[in-house]
Structure formats: C-alpha cells, structure tokens
C-alpha cells in the first residue's frame, strides 16, 4: 500500500473509530481457521496441537495459557478491540460461549485446522466443514434469544473472519471455495480472509528446511504467494457471482514479512528465533514450563513460538489487517 493511501486510511480509521464511542462497528464477530485465531477450542479436544499450559498467555492481564498460541493477544484480539468490543469472542466449545455471550460472535477457529479437511482430522482438530456446522447452532441459539428478524440483521451486519492455510502445508496448499459459498448461504455478507504469512520465514520451518542457511527460505515464501494470489483470485470471481457479498482479503504476508526483514527498524531485536525454548522449532507441547532458553521479554521478539507471532507482533499485523479490511466497516 502506498504511504499516502496508507496515511488517508489511517486517518479515516480515527474518525471512524471516534464516532464509535464505544458502540462497537458491527454487531457481532465470528471467527473460523486455525491456530493463528484459535482461542481455546482445542482445549476440549483429544489432540496434541494445544496451547493451554504455561508459559502460553503469560502475558495476558491474567497471564492465563487459554489456548491461544501465543504469549498474548492475537491479532483478532486487536480486531475485536478495534472494531469497539470489550470482549472478545469465546472459544464455541467454552461452557461461557453458550448464551448470551454468543450476542457479540463467537470462535469456531482449531488449532491444526485448514482449507484441507484431511489436514485437520490428521490432528484431530476441527475440519473447517464441521466449524460451519457449529455456526448454524450458534444460528440457532441466536434466533432463541432474540428473535428470527433481529437474528438476521444480526447474522448479516456482522464480520467473519476465516484464518486457514498455514498447516495446510504440511499436507497441500488447496482452497477450498465452496466454504465461502456455504457461509454465504447462510447469510454473511462481510467476510474477511487472511492470507498465508511468508511460510518460509518462520523460526521452526528455516530449521526444518532452510539447510542451514537461517534466511527465510524461498520455496516455501513462494508457495505462500501463489496460494495468495490464487486466493485474490477466487476472492474476486466470488465477489462477482454472489450479490451482496464484501470479501476483503486482508494481507498478512507482507506486514509479517517486513517484520522479519526489517525487524530492528520495527522496534524487535529478534526475527530468527522465537521466545519460547530455543526459539528454532518448538510449538505446542514441546513450548512448555521446562523448555530451556525461553526469553524473558516476548515484546523482542517478532515470534513468540517457531510458527508464531508474539503478541507485539500481533499488534502491528492487526493494524494491517484493519486498514485491509476497511470495506467491510464503510
Ligand atoms: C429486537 O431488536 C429491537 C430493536 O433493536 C429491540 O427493541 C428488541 O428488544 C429486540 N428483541 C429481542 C427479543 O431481543
Ligand atoms: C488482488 O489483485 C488485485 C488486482 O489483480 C490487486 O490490485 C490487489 O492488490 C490484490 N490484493 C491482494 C491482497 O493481493
Ligand atoms: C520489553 O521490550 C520492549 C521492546 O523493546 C520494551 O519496550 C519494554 O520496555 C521491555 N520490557 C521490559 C520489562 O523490559
């Protein structure tokens, strides 16, 4: 984005966001993907991909490890603050999600989740396919407690936000079309999809395939773009097939990228390895208490665990995503 479109877009998110006091922009938030937005689903699961043991979330008002894979906030977390809510949306499988609380949205996201059914069942996360049937009985419980007309305007007003590819890698890069038809039918309108962070450049995957080198590797960066692009693409013929729909593709790669690239002129001391253990390739169970080498200050470090950001990165990726994503607020 160029600087002075950036600088009107900044500009105009003040105003925005002053007119708001404290009236959040759209009426709910629903969420969908994988680790980079799960909030503690994973936690009612039988798998191995969870982030519900310290030192995860040790920098959280409570220093609670809720499930998010990270030391903080999420960047969805400054979303929902963003756009003017003082909670955030619950993990769906949290008791406290059910109720009330599903009035401001809710988060369907699983860690180990992709684009790629299969890619989920291999860690018994939840496939994006089963989180759209969750949905529908959040849909449900929405139109018992207030109503099918105010359920509507609710369910259409409101944004989604899908996050979903990065462990499709494991497996294969594959985009999955028919999932934006399917929540469309089911009546979102505004819809906002990450797209891959530069794969190659994360701590745990220059270890498994970087020979050494510790640069971001190439094959996988490139991966990440054509899958992006493919994405842009697919955005653009949905958009014009299905009336009524705003699709915002909300660019993760290259604000992560500059990160990384440019991490000292961000502010951040460290882009190669991570905080947590030796910083080169634990995630999940293997970042725990005992590992040896964690950091004392996360707000260094671009990543928190070797696949990812730390909440200060967060912050500055959340700010990317909102002014991509301005179209589904105007
Ligand atoms: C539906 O919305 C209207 C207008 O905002 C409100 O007055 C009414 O109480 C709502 N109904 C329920 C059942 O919440
Ligand atoms: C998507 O493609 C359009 C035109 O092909 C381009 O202008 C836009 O910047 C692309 N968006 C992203 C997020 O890459
Ligand atoms: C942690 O690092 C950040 C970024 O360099 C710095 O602003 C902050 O003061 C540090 N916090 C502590 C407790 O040292």
């Given at each position: 984005?160029?600087?002075?479109?950036?600088?009107?877009?900044?500009?105009?998110?003040?105003?925005?966001?002053?007119?708001?006091?404290?009236?959040?922009?759209?009426?709910?938030?629903?969420?969908?993907?994988?680790?980079?937005?799960?909030?503690?689903?994973?936690?009612?699961?039988?798998?191995i991909?969870?982030?519900?043991?310290?030192?995860?979330?040790?920098?959280l008002?409570?220093?609670?490890?809720?499930g998010?894979f990270?030391?903080g906030?999420?960047?969805?977390?400054?979303?929902?603050?963003?756009?003017?809510?003082?909670?955030?949306?619950?993990?769906?499988?949290?008791?406290?999600?059910?109720?009330?609380?599903?009035?401001?949205?809710?988060?369907?996201?699983?860690?180990?989740?992709?684009?790629?059914d299969?890619?989920?069942?291999?860690?018994?996360?939840?496939?994006?396919?089963?989180?759209?049937?969750?949905?529908?009985?959040?849909?449900?419980?929405?139109?018992?407690?207030?109503?099918?007309?105010?359920?509507?305007?609710?369910?259409?007003?409101?944004i989604?936000?899908?996050?979903?590819?990065?462990?499709?890698?494991?497996?294969n890069y594959?985009?999955?079309?028919?999932?934006?038809?399917?929540?469309?039918?089911?009546?979102?309108?505004?819809?906002?999809?990450?797209?891959?962070?530069?794969?190659?450049c994360?701590?745990?995957?220059?270890?498994?395939?970087?020979?050494?080198?510790?640069?971001?590797v190439?094959?996988l960066?490139?991966?990440?773009?054509?899958?992006?692009?493919?994405?842009?693409?697919?955005?653009?013929?949905?958009?014009?097939s299905?009336?009524g729909?705003?699709?915002?593709?909300?660019?993760?790669y290259?604000?992560l990228?500059?990160?990384?690239?440019?991490?000292s002129?961000?502010?951040?001391?460290?882009?190669?390895?991570?905080?947590?253990?030796?910083?080169?390739?634990?995630?999940?169970?293997?970042?725990n208490?005992?590992?040896?080498?964690?950091?004392?200050n996360?707000?260094?470090?671009?990543?928190?665990?070797?696949f990812?950001?730390?909440?200060?990165?967060?912050?500055?990726?959340?700010?990317?995503?909102?002014?991509?994503?301005i179209?589904?607020?105007?």
């Amino acid at each position: 984005m160029g600087s002075s479109s950036y600088f009107f877009t900044s500009l105009l998110l003040v105003v925005v966001f002053n007119l708001a006091k404290g009236q959040p922009l759209v009426p709910a938030l629903f969420i969908f993907g994988d680790s980079v937005v799960d909030v503690g689903n994973n936690n009612h699961l039988y798998t191995i991909v969870k982030a519900n043991f310290p030192p995860y979330g040790r920098d959280l008002k409570n220093h609670n490890p809720t499930g998010r894979f990270c030391n903080g906030k999420l960047a969805s977390d400054y979303t929902a603050e963003n756009l003017g809510f003082t909670s955030y949306p619950p993990a769906y499988l949290n008791l406290k999600a059910k109720g009330n609380n599903l009035l401001n949205g809710a988060n369907f996201a699983s860690a180990a989740s992709g684009y790629y059914d299969p890619t989920a069942k291999l860690y018994h996360a939840i496939p994006l396919s089963q989180q759209l049937e969750h949905y529908k009985e959040c849909q449900n419980i929405l139109v018992g407690t207030v109503g099918q007309s105010n359920a509507s305007s609710i369910i259409s007003g409101s944004i989604y936000l899908i996050s979903a590819g990065n462990s499709d890698f494991i497996q294969n890069y594959y985009i999955n079309p028919l999932l934006y038809k399917n929540i469309y039918a089911l009546g979102a309108r505004k819809i906002g999809v990450t797209t891959l962070p530069p794969m190659g450049c994360l701590p745990a995957t220059i270890t498994l395939f970087g020979s050494d080198s510790n640069q971001c590797v190439v094959k996988l960066n490139n991966d990440a773009i054509n899958f992006n692009k493919k994405l842009n693409t697919t955005s653009q013929s949905l958009q014009k097939s299905l009336s009524g729909l705003k699709l915002a593709i909300l660019d993760i790669y290259q604000p992560l990228y500059d990160l990384v690239t440019k991490s000292s002129e961000n502010g951040f001391f460290e882009a190669r390895k991570a905080c947590c253990g030796t910083g080169l390739l634990e995630t999940s169970v293997l970042c725990n208490q005992k590992s040896i080498g964690t950091c004392a200050n996360a707000s260094e470090y671009v990543f928190w665990d070797g696949f990812h950001p730390s909440e200060a990165a967060n912050k500055v990726l959340s700010d990317d995503l909102l002014a991509a994503g301005i179209s589904l607020i105007s």
